[in-house]
């Protein structure tokens, strides 16, 4: 079984409807963090969290909201979707390490399209 | 937080070397430079990380400047699987940014 996890895999829906995106890890992990994927854009940071109280915006967070349940739940939320926040969208998990030596485990992703 | 500077796309051959080159000219000392790369249809995976010393490991080699401004993975057999986008990060302010990475196509 995969370690990250991302329900939906593929979504379709329509502008203004609020869209829930999940991600489950059992690394045992207490970092976890939401990527958005454009094309041409690389991977850009929407929202990280260091364990189940910590929860940071990244460079594009405007337009999400993210929620941490447990140590192995992070989703993310789109209030009222809108045709740009059309993309592919990634979770992401980490230990503990020393800052900067950690490595980041990444789940299949989630394509989402907004009509 | 350090950009990295990364060409759009690279071939080679496979069986032969290939040298992927990274620029991070504003990276701070203590920032490390990881290599990351993302296969058709699948979420990025890890390749390998380092300060200032050189690296080695199963994957990869990485190759970093001696003024830390640049670095460069070091695939020393390219095969068909490693075509792929990769990535150079920069890990700073808790979090790793990506580039636009570089796009490698092997040819048989």
């Known amino acids: 079984d995969a370690d990250v996890t991302q329900t939906p895999r593929n979504r379709i829906t329509k502008t203004g409807k609020r869209i829930m995106l999940e991600c489950s890890q059992t690394?045992?992990?207490?970092?976890m963090y939401w990527y958005r994927q454009d094309p041409g854009l690389g991977l850009r940071l929407i929202y990280y969290?260091?364990?189940?109280?910590?929860?940071n915006k990244g460079e594009i967070s405007d337009g999400y909201s993210v929620s941490r349940q447990a140590q192995a739940k992070f989703s993310l939320s789109l209030e009222s979707a809108i045709p740009n926040q059309t993309a592919l969208y990634f979770c992401?998990?980490?230990?503990?390490?020393?800052?900067?030596?950690?490595?980041?485990?990444f789940g299949p992703g989630t394509r989402l399209t907004v009509l | 937080d350090a950009k990295t500077t990364q060409p759009n796309s690279m071939e080679s051959n496979e069986e032969e070397p290939v040298h992927l080159p990274c620029n991070h000219s504003?990276?701070?000392?203590?920032?490390?430079i990881h290599w990351y790369r993302q296969l058709p249809s699948q979420g990025p995976e890890y390749v390998i990380h380092?300060?200032?010393s050189n690296v080695n490991n199963r994957m990869a080699s990485l190759a970093i400047a001696e003024d830390r401004k640049s670095s460069t993975l070091i695939l020393h057999r390219a095969t068909l699987r490693d075509a792929a986008v990769y990535y150079c990060?920069?890990?700073?302010?808790?979090?790793?940014?990506f580039g636009k990475g570089t796009l490698l196509t092997v040819n048989p």
């Open positions: 990060t920069s890990w700073s302010n808790y979090k790793l940014t």
């Open positions: 504003t990276i701070s000392g203590t920032d490390y």
């Open positions: 690394k045992g992990h207490d970092r």
């Open positions: 380092g300060l200032t």
């Open positions: 969290s260091f364990d189940v109280k910590d929860i």
């Open positions: 992401a998990t980490s230990s503990t390490k020393p800052i900067g030596t950690d490595t980041q485990y």
